[in-house]
């Protein structure tokens, strides 16, 4: 369990879109869509990952919530990514959609008790998860790909990698 004040996680959790966006703010098409080799995510690859975790977060949020006693939800990310053609959407479509997706689950935590974060559930690992470990793996999950977003960001496909530093 993370020690983060839940003020502090809420802050985390509403920074992330603004982050995501400003790491790809200058890309191309091209490098947004670029791959270093196959199996490798591009950036757009990983954008639509992220919102798709959001959207299986958001369900094991409201799953630890309603106290249903359903195993909370996993997904097969690399099978989602490649099955929704993920390289093949606009990563400003993708981006709309994840900044309104986190806006309307930041609603719903701003409304809950301090007791609800203590609420959990039943991970697929068979482990006892608490909401606020939910979030927290949220946040260091999308927090993780942003790092890796910075490592992969190189011009164009045809780019001379020796000859060309990753942005910072």
Not at 57 to 64: D, H, K, L, S
């Amino acid at each position: 369990m993370t020690a983060n004040s839940i003020e502090t996680l809420l802050f985390d959790y509403s920074e992330l879109h603004k982050q995501l966006k400003a790491k790809v703010a200058d890309l191309t098409e091209d490098q947004l869509t670029w791959k270093a080799a196959p199996g490798v995510w591009s950036v757009t690859e990983v954008l639509s990952h992220l919102t798709d975790h959001a959207i299986v977060v958001g369900f094991r949020i409201r799953e630890i919530l309603s106290a249903s006693g359903a195993k909370l939800p996993a997904f097969d990310q690399n099978a989602w990514v490649a099955s929704t053609r993920a390289n093949e959407s606009a990563a400003s479509d993708i981006l709309a959609f994840y900044d309104a997706y986190l806006t309307y689950n930041l609603y719903l935590l701003k409304r809950l008790a301090p007791e609800d974060w203590a609420k959990t559930g039943l991970n697929a690992k068979g482990e006892t998860v608490s909401l606020r470990d939910v979030v927290w793996g949220f946040v260091k999950h999308v927090l993780n790909h942003i790092g890796q977003i910075e490592r992969s960001r190189w011009p164009t496909p045809s780019c001379d990698r020796s000859a060309v530093r990753p942005r910072t």
